[in-house]
């Protein structure tokens, strides 16, 4: 135990004698860079948008059309943020049909003008939605002009609707929903 | 009591990270771009953008130009429809701005710098030329989900984001002048519109702050709107003011349009044009 103690203490003063050395062979311009160094950063306006979730239909069977409406936990989300009361220009591309993966069959699919809703509170809550917050059961091929980004994001709800025929073939069935954001003041 | 005061903060912790961890994973792509409007000229012919993904998985991004700019109706709704091809506009940069990369992986947590390359044919006129960049975007993560029951039909919809930035490019002489055509106010039940009519008589873009307070016969503010504005050309900017209950008739409107105060833009990037101010008083209906 004494003999560690000591052997330690031992240690502990080469290493500083190490230190010393180094400080006193180290050229002094080094610590003048240090002193003078400067940080500098650039701040940028940023715009981010985000597939919040997905409008999921789940299974769907033959012969049973489903529908999901915009105020429904599995309407779709997308959410923006940036410069808060920036306008904007929120444009959808919507498919008309699915398409079976494996190819060979595709399934209808449809979006009404009640379709969707943008939440200017930014609350990516399709239930809690309300004509207050924004605009309500819009029209998603024709987004309202006026939207803008709230201070905490805007998020846009989306509903649809499928029909799968009675001979639909089974399997997974994909298609792509594209919203294009644009700044309306810059 | 020390023991309880513990189990009550690690389950606090616990309950926080469960929440963060399942809004994280609901999130299924997320793209942020900078900035939100990029200048090149004749003297700083490259640039570069930022694009990062925040989210915990990674984004395919897609990089191209368009060709867009704020445009009105008679109504004075402003919207940007994006041209890809057959832009005649003399003012389009369209084909001679271009992006590297222009398709990228970008990991999850991590950004990709894009530089800009501007090459303008020779002896173009003194003035403002726009392009816009767009970044499209979707998780890079793709799976269909298989059908949970057999003889059962699934669907996947991919979410798919562009964000589409305005690129300037400035050569030559350059002015800023904007004019106020028109100013029109209506009062219907609760609602007042305030329709301007403005015109961009320089050769570059007029950026700016559009301000209007409505104000009541006493002089005091009702409302207020404060919005960035952009003129390209001709446009109609409306916009639309609900009365709070109770509030007093609206009077008039106090309309202000500067080139200052703009804080997404560099100082050294505005043009700094000139400034209007009016006063309309609201008809009611």
């Known amino acids: ?186 | 009591m020390n023991t309880r005061n513990h189990v009550r903060r690690y389950r606090n912790v616990i309950l926080l990270i469960a929440i963060v961890m399942s809004i994280s994973s609901h999130i299924m792509a997320s793209i942020l771009v900078a900035p939100t409007v990029v200048f090149l000229s004749d003297k700083a012919r490259t640039q570069r953008m930022t694009i990062q993904n925040p989210t915990d998985g990674p984004v395919e991004v897609s990089i191209y130009f368009s060709f867009g700019i704020p445009e009105s109706d008679s109504l004075g709704n402003i919207s940007v429809e994006l041209k890809d091809d057959n832009v005649t506009d003399p003012r389009s940069a369209l084909g001679w701005i271009k992006a590297f990369p222009r398709k990228v992986v970008v990991p999850a947590q991590q950004s990709q710098i894009i530089r800009l390359v501007a090459r303008p044919p020779e002896n173009l006129p003194d003035g403002e030329y726009w392009a816009r960049i767009v970044f499209s975007s979707q998780s890079a993560q793709t799976e269909l989900p298989p059908p949970t029951e057999d003889g059962a039909i699934t669907t996947k919809l991919n979410m798919i984001m562009r964000t589409a930035i305005q690129v300037k490019y400035r050569t030559g002489d350059l002015v800023a002048n904007l004019e106020l055509n028109q100013t029109g106010v209506t009062h219907e039940g609760n609602k007042v519109h305030v329709l301007l009519d403005m015109t961009n008589r320089g050769n570059v873009s007029y950026m700016g702050v559009l301000t209007c307070r409505l104000l009541d016969s006493d002089g005091e503010e009702i409302l207020k709107n404060r919005s960035n504005i952009a003129i390209y050309r001709d446009l109609k900017r409306r916009i639309d003011f609900t009365l709070p209950e109770g509030s007093k008739l609206p009077y008039k409107v106090d309309v202000e349009i500067s080139p200052d105060g703009r804080t997404d833009v560099p100082v050294t990037d505005m043009i700094k044009g000139n400034k209007i101010k009016t006063v309309a008083i609201v008809e009611t209906q």
């Open chain 1, 1 to 186: 135990m004494y003999i560690g103690k000591q052997s330690h203490i031992q240690r502990r003063a080469i290493i500083l004698l190490v230190v010393l050395l180094l400080l006193a062979v180290a050229p002094p311009t080094e610590a003048q860079e240090v002193a003078i160094g400067t940080a500098t950063a650039t701040v940028l306006s940023a715009v981010t948008v985000t597939a919040t979730a997905a409008l999921a239909f789940g299974n769907v069977y033959q012969g049973v059309t489903a529908s999901i409406a915009n105020n429904n936990a599995s309407a779709a989300i997308f959410t923006i943020s940036g410069q808060a009361n920036a306008g904007v220009t929120l444009y959808f591309q919507l498919p008309e049909y699915l398409t079976l993966t494996t190819g060979g069959d595709r399934m209808n699919i449809s979006f009404s003008a009640t379709d969707a809703s943008i939440d200017t509170t930014g609350a990516n809550n399709p239930a809690t939605m309300a004509g207050t917050k924004g605009w309500q059961d819009t029209d998603p091929r024709g987004l309202p002009s006026t939207a803008t980004i709230g201070s905490a994001g805007t998020s846009v709800y989306l509903g649809g609707k499928v029909y799968p025929s009675a001979f639909q073939q089974a399997g997974s069935y994909s298609a792509d929903i594209i919203l294009t954001v644009s700044y309306n003041g810059t």
